[in-house]
């Protein structure tokens, strides 16, 4: 289940229970911290919490700020800096050395823009999509635009407030283009507002070919990263939803109908069958596709066979192993059970997702979320913040 399903969840538990909650949402980091801007933490007006802003740090002070949003029924913009040994807020000393603002909002079930539902509605059609809130705005604008909210969907639909609809939408748009999140100051007709522009991605979807026993920590360990799983074997026996309650489906497809499969471009692919002849209709079928990754398990001996099998010639070979086809799969973590060798599969396509090269990160010199620019301290400090 996803952080977001498990936000969702509880959402609807508090609202058929008519318990009051706010929405805790990082809209800003400026330095280093534990969670990037987009995460969320739901709070009900007795204290309950779903869901993370921090690594346990800023939680205890956040969730009572969040109750009295909820009192006052007004969004608030909390600042903390982790930087100040003195801050006796969060007990964080040095801390993360970072600035990390946080936007609370009591949510009104009855709204359907509500972020919640306007999270809904992207988790019902899961594709990318940019989320704006605005958690900032000119001293002398309207205090009433902060938490408003714009979804842009992948199709273009716009979702939100409509006084605001059109500056967030076309920011939004920009940053669907990029695909990364970002913080901009625009001008509206409410007046000037900072906002945070959240790139939503769908979770990863990953196709298992076979269903033995090896496979089975592998889907709880993807499911447990909130990843969608399909399971595909031959074997009626194996390939059952019994045996894979974490997949989203399990399929039973023979090895004569594998040819004819069209493979989802856009998933990564674990060929775990142990069945040569498996293997080799699954890859005919997946080498020629779109398909970001393709991990098979074995030897090298067993892959060049298997290309050798698909007519390619040795230079063709050398560079589908260089491009398109992981194997031996996984990384390099030495592992032995069926579990380690789940983790170094997991951890290769995280790699491969995020276009990182795997390292220690005691030996990198660049910030660990290297592709989110931080701006400079000190002028980020300078803008002005709306305080608890």
């Not at 990263?225 to 031959?234: A, R, S």
Request: with cysteine; hydrophobic share 40%.
């Amino acid at each position: 289940m996803t952080e977001l399903q498990r936000l969702l969840l509880a959402y609807d538990q508090h609202r058929a229970a008519a318990r009051p909650c706010a929405l805790a949402t990082v809209v800003e980091v400026l330095g280093s911290a534990y969670r990037r801007p987009g995460a969320r933490m739901l709070v009900t007006e007795d204290g309950e919490l779903t869901g993370a802003i921090s690594g346990g740090c800023l939680e205890g002070d956040a969730r009572q700020r969040a109750r009295q949003a909820i009192f006052r029924g007004q969004p608030a913009l909390v600042t903390y800096d982790t930087r100040d040994e003195d801050d006796p807020r969060h007990g964080l000393g040095p801390g993360c050395q970072g600035v990390v603002r946080i936007l609370l909002e009591p949510l009104d079930f009855a709204a359907p823009d509500n972020p919640l539902e306007l999270l809904r509605s992207f988790a019902q059609h899961p594709e990318p999509a940019v989320l704006a809130t605005v958690f900032e705005t000119d001293a002398a604008g309207l205090r009433a635009a902060v938490g408003q909210r714009v979804l842009l969907s992948g199709t273009g639909a716009v979702r939100g407030t409509p006084l605001l609809a059109g500056p967030l939408a076309e920011a939004a748009r920009t940053t669907l283009a990029q695909g990364r999140s970002q913080v901009l100051d625009l001008e509206t007709d409410a007046g000037p507002v900072r906002a945070l522009l959240e790139m939503l991605t769908p979770p990863l979807r990953l196709v298992v070919y076979g269903a033995g026993n090896d496979a089975q920590p592998l889907v709880r360990l993807a499911a447990s990263l909130g990843w969608h799983i399909t399971v595909v074997d031959g074997r009626p026996n194996l390939a059952t939803a019994a045996r894979f309650p974490e997949a989203a489906e399990v399929r039973v497809v023979p090895v004569r109908e594998l040819e004819t499969q069209v493979p989802e471009a856009t998933a990564y692919h674990v060929l775990l069958s142990h069945n040569y002849a498996y293997d080799l209709a699954a890859l005919q079928t997946l080498l020629p596709s779109a398909a970001p990754y393709i991990g098979l398990l074995g030897p090298r001996a067993k892959a060049g066979r298997l290309l050798e099998e698909l007519n390619l010639s040795e230079a063709e070979s050398r560079r589908v192993l260089r491009e398109r086809l992981h194997s031996p799969i996984g990384l390099g973590l030495g592992g032995e059970t069926p579990e380690e060798i789940a983790l170094s599969i997991v951890a290769e396509i995280q790699a491969v997702k995020n276009a990182r090269r795997p390292q220690h990160l005691r030996d990198t010199t660049a910030a660990i979320h290297a592709d989110s620019p931080q701006p400079d301290l000190a002028v980020a400090e300078a803008q002005p913040v709306e305080r608890d």
